[in-house]
Structure formats: structure tokens, C-alpha cells
């Protein structure tokens, strides 16, 4: 069981940065892979930044040039730096980690961007 802890969320005003962490609970480079999902009151939970235990990364198209995923081995802790943002990044994020073919969740964190 992986435990992951989220903070960072909050509002901002469009063309502002946000920094999210998700911190787990285990050594993060055990973990397959790590990222974060978002998702808006009556829509689907969407991916929106990935990194694997090699750090391979990978974004959705919407965020790409304006996040940035990373992870801090020696802090058990995922960021994503989160620049540029526009009113339709606003969602609760969700950290979620891979661990032995089971999907982990944080608890979410809002971020709401304003026109």
C-alpha cells in the first residue's frame, strides 16, 4: 500500500505558476511510475504528466512547454511545476502512483485559475 500525500494547490490568476507535490509514503524508486491526473466536476479523470522510476516523462498535449514533472528520490516526493496557467487548467489534481499493478490516489488538491 502506497499512501500519497498532496499539497500545494490553490488560485491563480491566469499566466501564474502553482507548484503541486505529492509526497509517498515508500521509496519512490520502487514505484513504477508516478504522475498526475486531473479532473473537473462532471468530466473524466484525464492524465496529465508522467514520470517512470528511469525518469522517463511524458505530458498531454494540453500542458505540454507549460508543465514540468520531477521527483526527488532522496524526498520521496513527485512535483509538477505548473507554469502559464490558464482558466481551463482549473480541476482537482490527483497524484497517482503505479506500485506492483495496483493504481495509488492522493487525496486531490484544487487549483483554480481566473481570467
Known amino acids: 500500500q502506497v499512501q500519497l500525500v498532496e499539497s500545494g494547490g490553490g488560485s491563480v490568476q491566469a499566466g501564474g505558476s502553482l507548484r503541486l507535490s505529492c509526497a509517498a509514503s515508500?521509496?519512490?524508486?520502487?514505484?513504477?511510475?508516478m504522475g498526475w491526473f486531473r479532473q473537473v466536476l462532471g468530466k473524466e479523470r484525464e492524465s496529465v504528466a508522467r514520470i517512470t522510476s528511469s525518469g522517463s516523462t511524458n505530458y498531454a498535449d494540453s500542458v505540454k512547454g507549460r508543465f514540468t514533472i520531477s521527483r526527488d528520490s532522496a524526498k520521496n516526493t513527485v512535483y509538477l511545476q505548473m507554469n502559464s496557467l490558464k482558466p481551463e487548467d482549473t480541476a482537482v489534481y490527483y497524484c497517482?502512483?503505479?506500485?506492483?499493478?495496483?493504481?495509488?490516489w492522493g487525496q486531490g488538491s484544487q487549483v483554480t485559475v481566473s481570467s
Open positions: 515508500m521509496n519512490i524508486d520502487s514505484i513504477s511510475a
Open positions: 497517482h502512483a503505479l506500485y506492483r499493478f495496483i493504481a495509488h
